[in-house]
Nanobody, 124 residues
Framework: QVQLVESGGGLVQAGGSLRLSCAAS????????MAWFRQAPGKEREFVSA????????YYPDSVKGRFTITRDNAKNTVYLQMNSLKPEDTAVYYC?????????????????WGQGTQVTVSS
């Protein structure tokens, strides 16, 4: 069982930056691929980024590529999402997810554990 706790959300102006963190419980964090998803009001959950167990392989959709960066620190059981050049359309609740696999996925059903989410609001 893995528990995930997100932090770092908040209100920021367009063009600004935020860094989200997701702290995971347990001693087997390095066995999990990790990801970030987001969900805006009235919309479906959307893939944002994923990272494999070692941190070498990352995945991004075109909507955030070049602006967002996912990293992980296995010694600290934490995954990060650095978000730069934020846009109002990035406004959503951001969720951290863990998958019992070494390889990441862009599909939310492939993830086994989810955090409670953290709100990110980008004002224009």
């Amino acid at each position: 069982q893995v528990q995930l706790v997100e932090s770092g959300g908040g209100l920021v102006q367009a063009g600004g930056s935020l860094r989200l963190s997701c702290a995971a419980s347990g001693r087997t964090f390095r066995r999990y691929a990790m990801a970030w998803f987001r969900q805006a009001p009235g919309k479906e959950r959307e893939f944002v980024s994923a990272i494999n167990w070692s941190g070498i392989i990352t995945y991004y959709p075109d909507s955030v590529k070049g602006r967002f960066t996912i990293t992980r620190d296995n010694a600290k059981n934490t995954v990060y999402l650095q978000m730069n050049s934020l846009k109002p359309e990035d406004t959503a609740v951001y969720y951290c997810a863990a998958r019992e696999d070494y390889i990441g996925s862009i599909r939310s059903p492939d993830y086994d554990y989810w955090g409670q989410g953290t709100q990110v609001t980008v004002s224009s």
